[in-house]
């Protein structure tokens, strides 16, 4: 079993939906989360982070936290086109104390026009 | 500069030979991290380096892979005799905190390795 699961879609999105990704992680005492946006060919790009339970708000960006059933989500209000894109969720375990992550392998997300 | 920067952006490398790829971080970035993301994959983490010091290299796949960062900040990832499950791409990031930070990682555009 991975440490980070993400379901890995792809996740087809009619434009101006909402796009909904989940994460799950094994180490219960993961302190950081994080969501990147990967283009194809392109480098992961952070969009949120979140530290404690509850949500997170930045724009059409919602990222949720809930470290007892040990999942974190994502999501994307009034998709675009543009946010066509995988989507990383990166975890930083328990174990370490420096910002060395595990990522999931990604959801791929296709907003349809 | 204004972002991670890696060098070269693409590499092809016939089986065997030496490659040495090159991170330079963004200005006064304590943390530099070394990952490898295969096709399809996220990210895996190879190493990590304080300033100069390396103090994470757990992820190094084999004794083959070798990094360094003597001056704290410029950054070589080196791979000695590559195999063909070496092709992949290889990504730096940086960020501005060390021990003990919640911090938020800022990725160049990778150096893409293929070995033939």
């Known amino acids: 079993q991975k440490e980070v699961e993400q379901n890995s879609g792809p996740l087809s999105v009619p434009e101006g939906a909402i796009a909904s990704l989940n994460c799950t992680y094994s180490d219960r005492g993961s302190q950081s989360f994080f969501w990147y946006r990967q283009y194809s060919g392109k480098s992961p790009e952070l969009i949120m982070s979140i530290y404690s339970n509850g949500d997170k708000e930045d724009g059409r960006f919602t990222a949720q936290l809930n470290k007892a059933s040990q999942y974190v989500s994502l999501l994307i209000r009034d998709s675009q086109p543009s946010d066509s894109a995988t989507y990383l969720c990166?975890?930083?375990?328990?174990?370490?104390?420096?910002?060395?992550?595990?990522f999931g392998a990604g959801t791929q997300v296709v907003v349809t026009p | 500069g204004a972002g991670v920067s890696q060098s070269p952006r693409y590499k092809v490398a016939k089986r065997g030979q030496d490659v040495a790829l090159r991170c330079d971080p963004i200005?006064?970035?304590?943390?530099l991290f070394w990952y490898q993301q295969a096709l399809g994959q996220g990210p895996e983490f190879l190493t990590y380096f304080q300033n100069e010091a390396q103090l994470d290299k757990s992820g190094l796949p084999s004794d083959r892979f070798f990094a360094e960062r003597p001056e704290g900040s410029v950054s070589t990832l080196k791979i000695q005799r590559t195999q063909q499950e070496d092709s992949a791409v290889y990504l730096c990031a940086s960020s501005p905190w060390g021990y003990g930070v919640n911090t938020e990682a800022f990725f160049g555009q990778g150096t893409r390795l293929t070995v033939v």
């Open positions: 200005s006064g970035h304590v943390s």
């Open positions: 990166a975890v930083n375990p328990p174990t370490d104390s420096w910002g060395k992550l595990q």
